[in-house]
């Protein structure tokens, strides 16, 4: 059975506290299995989850700040020591190839894992998984940074009752499918006409950015969007200066751009209390809401249920 969820590893920004680890976070989709950001512990976090290093099938990068990237020598080692048998995926902003080089050989280890190491050169560059497309969108923020969203392309559903009114069933559905139209009765049958076009999924992941068009145009009818939301609007001068968001802003985003779960994580040390973000982010979004924490699971919701018309 397909698995579609997100596996919070760690929730800080900037330094990790007694309660929050620094980011990290895991996707599981279908045959895919992705480490975004992993921060510093994030090898460790992983032992309380469901997911090993031997899982990863890909791992993305959005930039090189310690806190979305000092992970990676302790979860490429691992690779390594626990052989794993095919090549992982790796992204990061272009720009960061020298740090990339630099976290990746940090110590001495027998490299024996395979990294197809496959760098973010330019905005929208986009990679063809078998669950969909990924894509990488430049953000705003004071070094070279990039946000993802994993897209499904749409499907459709066959429709029971029109079939049943054209005589179709058994293996002529599946030919139906496959060809777009059948010869019925002396009559073409065409797929559109007996059924409707199932959405796909979408996950977007937006880390550390000032508000930009960007941030809209990967949020865009996410069925899951994970988005920083480092403070609250009581600093909101500093997050434009820093090139980050506040809570508000990312209900704001949420809501404007259609999407379904909003997943608030990337939290500054400053704020002990974690409801402050959800009641600032409820002044804006309606939607299903969740406040990150370390370890925790969120599943992707289901698929959109399309309309027969």
Not at 95 to 119: K, N
Not at 178 to 205: I, K, M, N, Y
Not at 246 to 261: D, F, I, L, M, P
């Amino acid at each position: 059975m397909s698995m579609r969820e997100l596996v919070v590893l760690g929730t800080a920004s900037q330094t990790p506290t007694r309660a929050r680890n620094h980011n990290g976070y895991v996707l599981r989709w279908d045959d895919e299995v992705i480490l975004f950001d992993p921060g510093e512990g994030s090898q460790r976090q992983l032992l309380h989850t469901g997911v090993t290093a031997t899982d990863l099938t890909r791992i993305c990068v959005t930039h090189f700040h310690g806190d979305h990237c000092l992970g990676l020598p302790g979860t490429i080692q691992r690779l390594s020591l626990d052989r794993v048998p095919r090549p992982v995926a790796v992204h990061f902003p272009a720009g960061g190839a020298d740090y990339f080089a630099r976290l990746r050989h940090a110590s001495s280890f027998h490299e024996t894992a395979e990294l197809a190491v496959e760098p973010i050169s330019a905005d929208g560059q986009r990679v063809a998984l078998r669950g969909g497309v990924l894509e990488a969108r430049r953000l705003r923020h004071p070094i070279e940074t990039y946000g993802y969203r994993l897209v499904e392309p749409d499907g459709c559903r066959m429709l029971p009752q029109r079939l049943a009114a054209y005589g179709i069933s058994g293996p002529a559905v599946g030919e139906l499918l496959r060809a777009g139209h059948l010869d019925v009765g002396g009559r073409r049958v065409t797929r559109d006409e007996v059924s409707v076009t199932r959405p796909g999924q979408r996950f977007a992941f937006v880390m550390d950015t000032g508000l930009c068009d960007n941030v809209y145009a990967l949020a865009e009818h996410a069925d899951l969007l994970v988005i920083e939301s480092t403070f609250l609007a009581s600093e909101a001068a500093l997050a434009a200066e820093v090139g980050h968001l506040t809570a508000g802003q990312a209900a704001q985003v949420a809501a404007e751009s259609g999407v379904r779960t909003l997943v608030l994580t990337h939290f500054s040390q400053r704020y002990g209390d974690a409801r402050r973000f959800a009641d600032e982010a409820r002044e804006h979004f309606a939607g299903e809401l969740v406040v990150a924490e370390d370890l925790t699971t969120v599943p992707v919701p289901p698929r959109r249920v399309p309309s027969a018309g």
